[in-house]
């Protein structure tokens, strides 16, 4: 079953975080951003960068939130607290990019870095969506549906429900969404992948994720 | 406004060969392009610190030490220094002793750096990436605060009393913090009297309203006096005289570059239609003729009220003679019609903003 959607919680206030605020924002969800700081220390941030999106606490934030959205350096996961994610519908827009962010010993073996952050939030309803689009993309290419010009946006997870919930809040954000299944599809659109920061519709997509799915199985 | 110049010291191609030319002679072409633009009234000069074979720019001090003698007016900075992996002491006594050299045209810019191959070369490790920034930033600023130094932290050996000089006539040296959007920096940038450069390389430009805003506030929630909050902005350019020559021939090496960076990072490099939709109207990328980079300028200052543009045209193994012309352009073009355009309202504007 699928919950009806309101509230959008995000976690970072970074370039992909505040991108993220405002589209969901101008689609009307409610908003609510964290970050490490006391919520009032990024409230200035917000006023300025995400007008009507408020700051909460880490705990509040994911007590509170319909999705909530991970879009912090992925160098953080382990900071995050698995017990205040049970059961949650999570997205995970974070990449493991070695040369900007270092290596990280975890993430060396794992073919797809999503598969390492479900693992230690063991309770969440994972979904990995927006990492395959640049920050200032997110903003500047969504559009209407129908409209000729509107990208797509593979989603996977290991959550049908919760896969369905997060088309449907990317569907108003502004972009086709693609069902590519489990998580362990998501290592399709990772770094260095075809789809990774290039431009698809959603008749491609589905096609890329089609025959990268065949390659695997084969 | 002020119109510069900055480069990573991009390498040249063999004109007969097509190979790769040398470090040594792209190092010489730099200095030569310093002294052009300073020839041809640009504002600016700085040099972003690169350690790869395609761009060796790896000590800019000792480059702009050169300039120093050899130029006038031109105000000679980095862009950006990687203060995450220097010595912060070691930083500011180049940049004094550039200041001195050059009668007070010296400027740093300190940034994370987008560039990471100075981690590994100096023994550091990117897991701590903001960690560094942050405690070397903090010693920079006492630094230039005082002539003796009394501080500890974690990445280098504690400084009790010391004495770092030589010192600047001028009592200090600008110390801008470089950024490429993300809105803490921003906010850390206003909240420490900074002032701030933006690098815009992608996307549209005016996506940074927001952020100088974001500074503005900050620096005025701090009671940071007006003068010193101050907003630069960095971007890929071209001027050709023919608009569209211009932009097929900046096209070519800006996708070579984008290759290149594609190859390390795991992205495709973006199509053609992608370059041309932001090497136009609000875009980051300003290639074109002398009047539409002027027009360009002109109107990314309605909505960030910066007070210096300056711009990366060497990329992608660009000939030198092209290089020379277009910051021939810059300087003979583009900045009177600048200077035109804005007049006194920027300065106006730019007090307006900072009240």
Do not use: C
């Amino acid at each position: 079953m699928t919950p009806e959607i309101r509230s959008i919680g995000i976690l970072g206030a970074g370039r992909v975080g505040t991108a993220l605020a405002r589209l969901a924002l101008a689609a009307g969800y409610e908003v609510r951003v964290a970050t490490a700081r006391p919520p009032h220390e990024i409230a200035l941030l917000l006023e300025v960068m995400a007008p009507g999106a408020e700051p909460l606490s880490v705990e509040a934030l994911i007590a509170t939130s319909d999705i909530v959205i991970l879009a912090l350096p992925l160098s953080k996961y382990r900071e995050l607290r698995p017990e205040l994610f049970a059961g949650k519908i999570v997205i995970d827009a974070m990449n493991y990019w070695p040369p900007t962010d270092g290596t990280i010993e975890d993430f060396e073996r794992a073919a797809s870095s999503s598969e390492i952050v479900q693992d230690h939030l063991a309770g969440a309803r994972l979904v990995r969506a927006f990492n395959h689009m640049g920050y200032h993309e997110i903003e500047q290419e969504a559009r209407p549906e129908g409209d000729p010009a509107r990208r797509a946006l593979a989603v996977a997870g290991n959550d049908a429900d919760a896969r369905a919930a997060v088309s449907g809040f990317i569907d108003r954000l502004g972009y086709d969404p693609i069902d590519a299944g489990p998580l362990m599809a998501s290592r399709n659109f990772g770094v260095g992948t075809t789809i990774f920061g290039a431009a698809f519709d959603r008749t491609e997509m589905a096609q890329l994720l089609a025959s990268a799915h065949q390659r695997e199985a084969a | 406004m002020e119109i510069g110049i900055y480069s990573f010291g991009d390498v040249q191609k063999d004109a007969t060969t097509g190979e790769l030319g040398s470090t040594a002679e792209a190092t010489r072409n730099l200095l030569e392009a310093i002294q052009l633009a300073d020839q041809v009234g640009l504002d600016y000069f700085g040099i972003g610190e690169h350690h790869t074979r395609e761009m060796p720019a790896s000590a800019a001090t000792v480059i702009l030490g050169a300039a120093a003698a050899s130029t006038k007016n031109i105000k000679l900075g980095s862009a950006v220094t990687v203060l995450s992996t220097d010595d912060p002491v070691r930083v500011y006594q180049q940049f004094a002793t550039l200041d001195a050299l050059s009668n007070g045209r010296a400027e740093i810019t300190a940034g994370r750096g987008s560039s990471t191959e100075s981690f590994p070369l100096f023994g550091h490790s990117l897991n701590d990436y903001d960690a560094l920034y942050a405690e070397k930033l903090d010693l920079l600023m006492l630094i230039n605060e005082s002539e003796s130094v009394t501080w500890n932290g974690k990445f280098r050996p504690a400084l009790n009393k010391a004495q770092v000089v030589p010192r600047p006539d001028g009592g200090s040296l600008p110390i801008w913090l470089a950024t490429g959007g993300n809105p803490q920096s921003s906010v850390r940038a206003g909240l420490n009297g900074l002032p701030i450069s933006y690098a815009i390389i992608g996307g549209q430009a005016n996506r940074f309203a927001p952020l100088a805003e974001l500074y503005r506030r900050a620096a005025a929630q701090a009671g940071v006096a007006p003068e010193k909050i101050k907003v630069s902005v960095a971007s890929p350019g071209f001027v050709g005289e023919d608009a569209a020559k211009a932009k097929d021939f900046f096209w070519t090496h800006w996708h070579a570059v984008m290759e290149q960076l594609g190859k390390i990072r795991g992205f495709a490099p973006p199509p053609r239609f992608h370059y041309d939709k932001e090497a136009s109207g609000d875009g980051a990328l300003f290639a074109g003729s002398p009047e539409e980079i002027a027009e360009r300028i002109v109107k990314l200052h309605g909505s960030l009220g910066h007070m210096r543009q300056f711009f990366q045209i060497d990329v992608g193994q660009m000939p030198h003679r092209e290089y020379l012309r277009s910051i021939e352009l810059f300087g003979t073009k583009v900045k009177p019609l600048v200077d035109a355009a804005l007049g006194d309202k920027a300065k106006a504007k730019e007090a307006n903003r900072d009240a």
